[in-house]
């Protein structure tokens, strides 16, 4: 099964057949990804944005794309903190888009 361009959902547009070698998830959402891709790229494919900003509610797509603002942050489902744009996916990955709560 691929996806084509023309069948993009989200802000980026893949120039290219994506196939479904690996899948990630988002919020339980599961989306199909390449092996070499960062997450961002998988899930700016998939969606207009990652999540909503702590600060204003307003959503979040990345800013820099290099490592350097946190505007891509998510977190695993294990509380593990990642930068979206810095990090290649991998099959199973399962991120959620608020830091899970901490246990008391
Ligand atoms: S988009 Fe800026 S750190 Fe990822």
Known sequence: ???SAASSSGLFVPIYEVSTELFISLDGL????????????????NAA??????FDGRSRAGFCLMGACQDCS???ED???????????ED???LVTAPPLAET
Do not use: D, F, Q, Y
């Not at 599961?30 to 494919?45: D, F, H, Q, S, Y």
């Not at 509380?79 to 996916?89: E, P, Q, S």
């Open 74 to 76: 998510l977190w695993s």
């Open 49 to 54: 944005a990652l999540g909503r900003s702590e």
């Open 30 to 45: 599961r989306m199909p990804a390449r092996r070499g891709e960062t997450v961002i790229a998988v899930l700016l494919r």
């Open 79 to 89: 509380g593990g903190r990642i930068r979206a744009c810095m990090t290649m996916v």
């Open 1 to 3: 099964m691929t996806a």
């Open 92 to 94: 199973g990955m399962a």
